[in-house]
Each structure stands twice: as structure tokens, then as C-alpha cells.
């Protein structure tokens, strides 16, 4: 079992940077993959990124792809999500997740391929 707390979350204007981290209990952390989702007011929980055991592989929302990126330090028991150019649309609370399997895209950017969920964090940018 694996426990997550994100951290890192604030106000931003447009145009500014965020990195969230997500810290991870247990000393297996680098037996999971790792994944960050989002949700706005009103709007479902929707795929942000996520990236392999050791880092090798990642995936990317369509939407965040060249602004964001996903990294992990396998030694802090910690995965990061740098955040560029935020717009106001990235407006939501962060949550970090994990599970011990990857997969394909389909499978990876799914919420119920996740078996383990941290709290959130708030991400607000303004314009």
C-alpha cells in the first residue's frame, strides 16, 4: 500500500510556472507507475500525465503537452509535475495517483487504472 500527498498547488497568473510534487510513503515507491489528473469546478477528472516505473516511458494530455512535464526521483519517493505557461483553463485541483501496473496509452490515462489517489492540491491561475 502506498499513501500520496501533494503539495505545491497556489495562485499563478497566466503565463507563469507551478511544479506540484506528489510524495509517496513506503519503501517500494519505485514499483509504481505514477499519474497526475486534474479536476475543474463542474467538469470530470480528466488525465494529465503520467510516466513509468523508472521513468522511462511518459504520456501526455493532448492539452498540456510542450507545457508540462513529468518527472520522478525515485530516491525522495517522489514524482514532480512541471507546469509552463499556465493558462486560465488548468484551473483545477491535482491529484497524484499510482498503481503497480503500466500499460497501453488507453489503460495509463485512465482513472481506473489508478488503485491509489492522494488528496489534491489547488492549482488557480488567473488571467
Known amino acids: 500500500q502506498v499513501q500520496l500527498v501533494e503539495s505545491g498547488g497556489g495562485l499563478v497568473q497566466a503565463g507563469g510556472s507551478l511544479r506540484l510534487s506528489c510524495a509517496a510513503s513506503?519503501?517500494?515507491?519505485?514499483?509504481?507507475?505514477m499519474g497526475w489528473f486534474r479536476q475543474a469546478p463542474g467538469k470530470e477528472r480528466e488525465f494529465v500525465a503520467a510516466?513509468?516505473?523508472?521513468?522511462?516511458?511518459?504520456y501526455y494530455a493532448d492539452s498540456v503537452k510542450g507545457r508540462f512535464t513529468i518527472s520522478r526521483d525515485n530516491a525522495k519517493n517522489t514524482v514532480y509535475l512541471q507546469m509552463n505557461s499556465l493558462k486560465p483553463e488548468d484551473t483545477a485541483v491535482y491529484y497524484c495517483?499510482?498503481?503497480?501496473?503500466?500499460?497501453?496509452?488507453?489503460?495509463?490515462?485512465?482513472?481506473?487504472?489508478?488503485?491509489?489517489w492522494g488528496q489534491g492540491t489547488q492549482v488557480t491561475v488567473s488571467s
Open positions: 495517483a499510482a498503481d503497480q501496473n503500466w500499460g497501453t496509452r488507453v489503460q495509463v490515462t485512465t482513472l481506473t487504472h489508478y488503485r491509489y
Open positions: 513506503g519503501r517500494t515507491f519505485s514499483s509504481y507507475v
Open positions: 510516466i513509468s516505473w523508472s521513468g522511462w516511458s511518459t
